[in-house]
């Protein structure tokens, strides 16, 4: 009946969630539960298949088991032979250690000497009783008992309970159990679950004592009654066997949900933006990450990083029949996502007519609309916080609103039909509608409580948007031919890059998600919702070598106006801010989501932002560089940062830092660092000359004492090539900016020697590692894509255009269905690792792209 019980679509669902908990508890009974009844209670074994299920699930990651029984403990360890990783719970909740020895005060001590003397004399008269001892009760078992000796048995015992006094008792299968101290299975279930930090429980129980912990169930807990009578739980099997066939089956899809079965691969994910926020989207047009009011707010779907039950908003046929494999594409040089099916299609975007993005008072609009033939699904479930906060909807005249949300929340969907359902805390929204009378208009309004039409209809509004996207790409400059890769390609990086800006500072983001995992599985998840300084002068760059210089131009407004709100100087930068140029908040975990197929933690802000990294100023410098060679309007006030990030350079350069990776362990003298140092000061020799018209030799007195320091200190006879740092013989493939910022030739034996010191130790395949030094983190990564797309372009630089053009392209097929790239790839299986998308990447892909076109 088990397996009939999973083919019930309501109990394939709940095991389903349970698979995917962050931290998921199975507790069950012993007797009549794992093990089957018998007479004999010595001789109760737990069924072969159940041991090998609650093995495996105690195995798995995040997964705690507990079996929790009236047995006492030391019985329940030698009979059950359950290893050490499953926590054995005794005596109802009495005994939570093997070596548990309850002190018992006089009182209690004389109490149980007369209970045993009693129930001594009891089995003495009725030898087919069964006595069993327990440091803080005594269970009298009556298996062996007809139904009418049974009756006569019970009302001794009651009798007995009576005399003695001052004792609970409970009534189980075939047994009653006097307590000296109170207790129950309820109890301890909460206590397990609280020392194992479990967010979801499944309980399997046979007997009365089992409905304790049954009714402590709540959210997304499932309790399984074994065998008749009557619950509290909400699920039922008939027998142990079936209880192992559940388990097993839980076991797997477990296991295989850690591994990462069953998710949508990264690169699979599109991306919509109004450059105020962004929404990931699958495939199947189910929107499973959006952020509100800003990209680095609390997220209101998290599926991405939580499964269904962290929040998505979700469209497709409602019938099953009707579903097949929809296609997915952007419309055009746009944000605008197609989703179709045979019978229908869902288009998304995020309102960006009217200004929006520049808006700084303004809302987020996300807008969906459903055309086609039949029944359109929808299911709206929205989770405030990432979940951590109860979701409560109202049906309102138009539409739904969200109304405990700290920010203005509703959903404008005039004529639809709404069922609310509860999940746990939390309320979800679903409808279906028919297509027949024409286009169905979703509006998904964050900052605002109305539910009034726009004044501007829909149709109008999706122009414009698809205006201000395509109009900015048509103005690109692409090179007339292209070397393996398309011009569409290129268009939809930048576009990525121009996704990733936040309209009203001029901040660009690293990438539109937090903690997507570098290795499945892995502790290496990162929160990359802000803006890097180094990071984002090179997303810039890579738009003004496209011909569009107004990115660059925000962003260094954007700059100048976090050094002036500094209370500290240009030299004390941090790495990295929030969009809006404050400081991050403290480096947090969200427990209750278990993260990318399993991996957790799942992070929310970035302890790197008090870190010392001395090779953000120069991409800054190197950006402004950039503008002044196209004449852009430089002023007083980009003259005045240029003077600053060099004072700042001489007065830091010599010291250790944690270098552009952000390693978690001791600062050291990082080549990389030094060579952006360098790059600062020679930059700004440029600019002064160029640009401003003015001459600074102390500057290139600088210059040269830093290459000079580089030369001397970076270089390595023994490895025969500039190494991470100073003080160690580890290559690391950011040394390759030595070259490809300028400082020294392209032709320079020593840098064409540490070209291939980086290929043939960190290439795997048609990926770079960054490095594989200990970097005081546990686990592994995958290939870092900027540091593929940094040796391509030193590949066409030393002239070795064969080799660079093959790599790129795979580089170029790292791209996903609609263009997008993720952060990092696994060499072994080519999976698409990290953050997503991630502005190196698309970077990256940018400048292999110009510099093969030059050498075509």
């Given at each position: 009946?088990?397996?009939?019980?999973?083919?019930?679509?309501?109990?394939?669902?709940?095991?389903?969630?349970?698979?995917?908990?962050?931290?998921?508890?199975?507790?069950?009974?012993?007797?009549?539960?794992?093990?089957?009844?018998?007479?004999?209670?010595?001789?109760?074994?737990?069924?072969?298949?159940?041991?090998?299920?609650?093995?495996?699930?105690?195995?798995?990651?995040?997964?705690?088991?507990?079996?929790?029984?009236?047995?006492?403990?030391?019985?329940?360890?030698?009979?059950?032979?359950?290893?050490?990783?499953?926590?054995?719970?005794?005596?109802?909740?009495?005994?939570?250690?093997?070596?548990?020895?309850?002190?018992?005060?006089?009182?209690?001590?004389?109490?149980?000497?007369?209970?045993?003397?009693?129930?001594?004399?009891?089995?003495?008269?009725?030898?087919?009783?069964?006595?069993?001892?327990?440091?803080?009760?005594?269970?009298?078992?009556?298996?062996?008992?007809?139904?009418?000796?049974?009756?006569?048995?019970?009302?001794?015992?009651?009798?007995?309970?009576?005399?003695?006094?001052?004792?609970?008792?409970?009534?189980?299968?075939?047994?009653?159990?006097?307590?000296?101290?109170?207790?129950?299975?309820?109890?301890?279930?909460?206590?397990?679950?609280?020392?194992?930090?479990?967010?979801?429980?499944?309980?399997?129980?046979?007997?009365?004592?089992?409905?304790?912990?049954?009714?402590?169930?709540?959210?997304?807990?499932?309790?399984?009654?074994?065998?008749?009578?009557?619950?509290?739980?909400?699920?039922?099997?008939?027998?142990?066997?079936?209880?192992?066939?559940?388990?097993?089956?839980?076991?797997?899809?477990?296991?295989?949900?850690?591994?990462?079965?069953?998710?949508?691969?990264?690169?699979?994910?599109?991306?919509?933006?109004?450059?105020?926020?962004?929404?990931?989207?699958?495939?199947?047009?189910?929107?499973?990450?959006?952020?509100?009011?800003?990209?680095?707010?609390?997220?209101?779907?998290?599926?991405?990083?939580?499964?269904?039950?962290?929040?998505?908003?979700?469209?497709?046929?409602?019938?099953?029949?009707?579903?097949?494999?929809?296609?997915?594409?952007?419309?055009?040089?746009?944000?605008?996502?197609?989703?179709?099916?045979?019978?229908?299609?869902?288009?998304?975007?995020?309102?960006?007519?009217?200004?929006?993005?520049?808006?700084?008072?303004?809302?987020?609009?996300?807008?969906?609309?459903?055309?086609?033939?039949?029944?359109?699904?929808?299911?709206?479930?929205?989770?405030?916080?990432?979940?951590?906060?109860?979701?409560?909807?109202?049906?309102?005249?138009?539409?739904?609103?969200?109304?405990?949300?700290?920010?203005?929340?509703?959903?404008?969907?005039?004529?639809?039909?709404?069922?609310?359902?509860?999940?746990?805390?939390?309320?979800?929204?679903?409808?279906?509608?028919?297509?027949?009378?024409?286009?169905?208009?979703?509006?998904?309004?964050?900052?605002?409580?109305?539910?009034?039409?726009?004044?501007?209809?829909?149709?109008?509004?999706?122009?414009?948007?698809?205006?201000?996207?395509?109009?900015?790409?048509?103005?690109?400059?692409?090179?007339?031919?292209?070397?393996?890769?398309?011009?569409?390609?290129?268009?939809?990086?930048?576009?990525?890059?121009?996704?990733?800006?936040?309209?009203?500072?001029?901040?660009?983001?690293?990438?539109?998600?937090?903690?997507?995992?570098?290795?499945?599985?892995?502790?290496?998840?990162?929160?990359?919702?802000?803006?890097?300084?180094?990071?984002?002068?090179?997303?810039?760059?890579?738009?003004?070598?496209?011909?569009?210089?107004?990115?660059?131009?925000?962003?260094?407004?954007?700059?100048?106006?976090?050094?002036?709100?500094?209370?500290?100087?240009?030299?004390?930068?941090?790495?990295?801010?929030?969009?809006?140029?404050?400081?991050?908040?403290?480096?947090?975990?969200?427990?209750?989501?278990?993260?990318?197929?399993?991996?957790?933690?799942?992070?929310?802000?970035?302890?790197?932002?008090?870190?010392?990294?001395?090779?953000?100023?120069?991409?800054?410098?190197?950006?402004?560089?950039?503008?002044?060679?196209?004449?852009a309007p430089l002023s007083a006030r980009h003259w005045r940062l240029v003077e600053d990030l060099v004072a700042a350079v001489e007065q830091r350069w010599t010291e250790p830092d944690q270098g552009i990776?952000?390693?978690?362990?001791?600062?050291?003298?990082?080549?990389?660092?030094?060579?952006?140092?360098?790059?600062?000061?020679?930059?700004?020799?440029?600019?002064?000359?160029?640009?401003?018209?003015?001459?600074?030799?102390?500057?290139?007195?600088?210059?040269?004492?830093?290459?000079?320091?580089?030369?001397?200190?970076?270089?390595?006879?023994?490895?025969?090539?500039?190494?991470?740092?100073?003080?160690?013989?580890?290559?690391?493939?950011?040394?390759?900016?030595?070259?490809?910022?300028?400082?020294?030739?392209?032709?320079?034996?020593?840098?064409?020697?540490?070209?291939?010191?980086?290929?043939?130790?960190?290439?795997?395949?048609?990926?770079?590692?960054?490095?594989?030094?200990?970097?005081?983190?546990?686990?592994?990564?995958?290939?870092?894509?900027?540091?593929?797309?940094?040796?391509?372009?030193?590949?066409?630089?030393?002239?070795?255009?064969?080799?660079?053009?093959?790599?790129?392209?795979?580089?170029?097929?790292?791209?996903?269905?609609?263009?997008?790239?993720?952060?990092?790839?696994?060499?072994?299986?080519?999976?698409?690792?990290?953050?997503?998308?991630?502005?190196?990447?698309?970077?990256?892909?940018?400048?292999?792209?110009?510099?093969?076109?030059?050498?075509?």
């Amino acid at each position: 009946m088990a397996s009939h019980l999973l083919d019930d679509p309501e109990v394939d669902a709940r095991i389903h969630a349970l698979a995917a908990a962050p931290h998921l508890l199975i507790a069950c009974d012993y007797d009549g539960t794992i093990a089957p009844l018998v007479d004999d209670p010595m001789a109760a074994l737990p069924l072969r298949e159940t041991s090998v299920a609650l093995r495996g699930l105690a195995a798995l990651a995040q997964t705690d088991v507990a079996v929790i029984s009236g047995r006492s403990l030391r019985d329940l360890a030698a009979l059950s032979r359950l290893p050490a990783e499953i926590h054995l719970v005794g005596s109802h909740g009495s005994e939570f250690d093997i070596d548990f020895a309850l002190d018992l005060d006089p009182a209690l001590q004389e109490r149980r000497s007369k209970l045993l003397d009693a129930l001594g004399q009891l089995v003495a008269d009725h030898p087919k009783l069964s006595l069993e001892k327990k440091p803080a009760s005594v269970a009298i078992h009556y298996r062996a008992l007809g139904d009418d000796e049974s009756e006569k048995a019970v009302a001794e015992i009651e009798r007995i309970h009576l005399t003695i006094g001052q004792l609970d008792i409970r009534h189980g299968k075939k047994v009653c159990e006097l307590l000296l101290v109170p207790t129950d299975k309820g109890k301890a279930l909460n206590t397990v679950r609280a020392t194992v930090g479990a967010t979801a429980v499944l309980f399997l129980g046979d007997d009365v004592t089992d409905e304790d912990a049954f009714r402590t169930l709540h959210g997304p807990d499932v309790g399984v009654k074994v065998g008749e009578g009557e619950t509290a739980a909400p699920f039922r099997v008939d027998s142990p066997e079936e209880v192992a066939i559940l388990l097993a089956a839980l076991s797997a899809r477990r296991a295989d949900w850690l591994a990462g079965a069953g998710v949508t691969p990264i690169d699979e994910h599109s991306m919509l933006s109004d450059q105020r926020t962004a929404a990931i989207v699958t495939p199947d047009a189910r929107i499973t990450w959006l952020c509100v009011p800003r990209i680095d707010s609390g997220a209101i779907f998290a599926e991405l990083l939580g499964g269904p039950a962290a929040g998505h908003f979700s469209i497709g046929p409602a019938d099953d029949a009707a579903i097949g494999t929809p296609s997915q594409a952007y419309v055009g040089d746009s944000l605008i996502l197609r989703t179709s099916w045979p019978s229908m299609s869902v288009t998304d975007y995020l309102d960006c007519s009217e200004g929006r993005p520049k808006r700084i008072a303004g809302r987020t609009d996300l807008i969906r609309v459903i055309e086609g033939t039949g029944t359109a699904r929808i299911e709206f479930a929205p989770r405030l916080d990432f979940g951590r906060f109860p979701t409560q909807l109202e049906r309102r005249d138009g539409g739904l609103e969200i109304t405990n949300a700290a920010d203005l929340v509703v959903l404008r969907s005039p004529g639809i039909e709404w069922t609310l359902e509860h999940a746990g805390v939390h309320q979800t929204a679903i409808a279906e509608v028919d297509l027949s009378a024409g286009p169905v208009t979703l509006e998904l309004r964050c900052g605002t409580a109305s539910l009034r039409p726009d004044r501007t209809i829909e149709v109008d509004r999706r122009a414009a948007t698809h205006s201000f996207w395509s109009d900015w790409a048509a103005r690109l400059e692409l090179p007339e031919t292209l070397v393996d890769v398309d011009h569409d390609l290129i268009r939809r990086s930048a576009l990525t890059l121009k996704a990733l800006c936040y309209g009203p500072t001029g901040a660009i983001l690293a990438a539109a998600t937090t903690s997507l995992p570098e290795f499945i599985g892995g502790v290496r998840n990162w929160d990359y919702r802000y803006c890097w300084i180094r990071d984002a002068s090179l997303s810039a760059g890579a738009l003004v070598k496209l011909g569009s210089i107004d990115e660059a131009m925000d962003l260094l407004d954007w700059l100048l106006r976090v050094i002036e709100a500094s209370e500290v100087g240009p030299e004390r930068l941090s790495p990295l801010y929030t969009v809006n140029g404050t400081a991050l908040p403290p480096e947090a975990t969200i427990e209750e989501l278990p993260g990318y197929a399993g991996s957790r933690p799942v992070r929310v802000g970035n302890a790197a932002d008090h870190q010392v990294q001395l090779d953000v100023f120069g991409p800054v410098l190197e950006l402004i560089h950039q503008l002044g060679e196209i004449d852009a309007p430089l002023s007083a006030r980009h003259w005045r940062l240029v003077e600053d990030l060099v004072a700042a350079v001489e007065q830091r350069w010599t010291e250790p830092d944690q270098g552009i990776w952000e390693v978690r362990s001791a600062p050291r003298h990082h080549v990389n660092s030094k060579v952006m140092c360098w790059v600062t000061v020679d930059r700004a020799v440029q600019i002064a000359g160029e640009v401003f018209g003015r001459e600074r030799p102390e500057w290139v007195n600088l210059r040269e004492a830093i290459k000079d320091d580089i030369i001397a200190n970076g270089w390595n006879d023994e490895v025969g090539s500039f190494t991470t740092a100073y003080d160690g013989t580890d290559i690391d493939a950011s040394v390759l900016a030595i070259g490809l910022f300028g400082m020294l030739e392209h032709d320079d034996p020593h840098y064409i020697a540490t070209v291939h010191a980086v290929e043939s130790s960190l290439r795997s395949g048609d990926t770079v590692y960054r490095y594989k030094h200990e970097d005081g983190l546990p686990g592994e990564e995958g290939g870092f894509n900027l540091m593929t797309s940094w040796l391509i372009d030193a590949k066409v630089q030393i002239g070795d255009l064969g080799s660079a053009r093959e790599l790129f392209r795979a580089y170029v097929d790292l791209a996903g269905p609609t263009g997008l790239i993720t952060e990092e790839v696994d060499p072994a299986t080519g999976r698409a690792l990290g953050n997503h998308p991630q502005a190196y990447s698309h970077l990256g892909l940018i400048s292999n792209a110009l510099h093969l076109a030059a050498h075509a």
